[in-house]
């Protein structure tokens, strides 16, 4: 190599590190606790991810790529709140985007950002609270199996599916529902504020929209993509550095290496088969 081409080499070295960057995490799969939801979303899997992201240096900004059709309030929570203290303490923006989906605790993911874009056909909003279940009384009675169940506290059997549905369980868990989807419609009125142009009846009944739909009713700041909105705010030289969770090649292996393991093929199974299944179920609410 000529001294001319290495010298021409570590110019073009320097001008790309001079080119504004945009740090991107991917927000994908169901928002749930790390024992759950295989792949999913929780705050123990994304909070190195996220320290990451906001603390590299000269960055413009954070971009959220959200897919999710959410999950537990409390990791949503958890992981909306972590993503606005990093973006205060870094003074860095944030600027999500709905990609298939970002319902429900997806779409409090979404409010962690300063602006919110979909697209055209993206889901978007569910602000509400579900709880789904099965009651199998008349099952285990038709098998002659006699449920047997013993507490101490009077409530401790709650919503118990092999019992008959009682009443004040159900009041007990509205009650409760009431309070999460209160605590959840006060955390998008914060963070949208005057950008929202219907009423709370229109707004927070658990339904979902199109992006376009979502941009009238001011749940979204407009149409578009991550890579063409970085590029018209920064410059078309602008990188989009993508933020993974950093994990050797030894673990990567080790990980494998345990999920496939008869033992634990045999004790693991069952609960794979549940996560598979809830899981299932959160995208189909969507049509996806």
């Known amino acids: 190599m000529s001294i001319r081409t290495f010298t021409n080499w570590i110019r073009r070295q320097i001008a790309k590190r001079r080119r504004p960057a945009v ?23 994304l ?29 949503s929570t958890l992981i909306h709140n972590r993503i606005r203290a990093l973006s205060a303490e870094n003074e860095v923006p944030v600027i999500a985007f709905a990609e298939d989906v970002a319902a429900s605790g997806g779409y409090m993911l979404a409010c962690a950002g300063d602006e919110i874009f979909a697209d055209a056909s993206s889901v978007v909003g569910s602000i509400g609270v ?11 009675k038709n098998l002659g ?11 401790k059997s709650t919503l118990d599916p092999f019992q008959p549905e009682n009443p004040d369980d159900v009041q007990r868990l509205k009650s409760l529902q009431k309070e999460v989807h209160e605590s959840f419609t006060s955390l998008v009125k914060e963070r949208r504020g005057d950008r929202l142009k219907k009423s709370d009846d229109e707004l927070f009944t658990g339904e979902f929209w199109t992006g376009t739909k979502a941009v009238e009713l001011g749940l979204a ?17 602008v990188r989009l550095r993508v933020i993974e969770e950093d994990r050797s090649w030894l673990m990567r292996w080790f990980g494998t290496q345990m999920r496939s393991a008869p033992a634990a093929r045999s004790t693991t199974w069952s609960d794979d ?7 299932r179920l959160f995208w189909n609410r969507f049509g996806l």
């Not at 928002?31 to 759950?36: D, E, F, L, T």
């Not at 909070?47 to 990791?75: M, R, W």
């Not at 700041?221 to 030289?237: A, H, T």
């Not at 088969?273 to 899981?279: D, R």
């Open 221 to 237: 700041d407009g149409l578009g993509d991550l890579r063409s909105e970085m590029r018209k705010r920064f410059g078309d030289k």
């Open 47 to 75: 909070s190195d991810v996220l320290h990451t992201a906001f603390e590299l240096q000269g960055i413009k900004a954070v971009a959220l790529s959200i897919n999710s059709p959410g999950g537990s309030p409390v990791q």
């Open 273 to 279: 088969l549940l996560s598979t299944v809830e899981t």
């Open 145 to 155: 199996v006699e449920r047997r169940v013993y507490t101490a506290g009077e409530h």
């Open 130 to 140: 579900i709880s789904a279940g099965f009651g199998f009384p008349e099952l285990i």
């Open 23 to 45: 740090a991107v995490v991917r927000l994908n799969g169901v928002i749930g606790p790390s024992a759950r939801f295989g792949g999913g979303l929780n705050l123990s899997s």
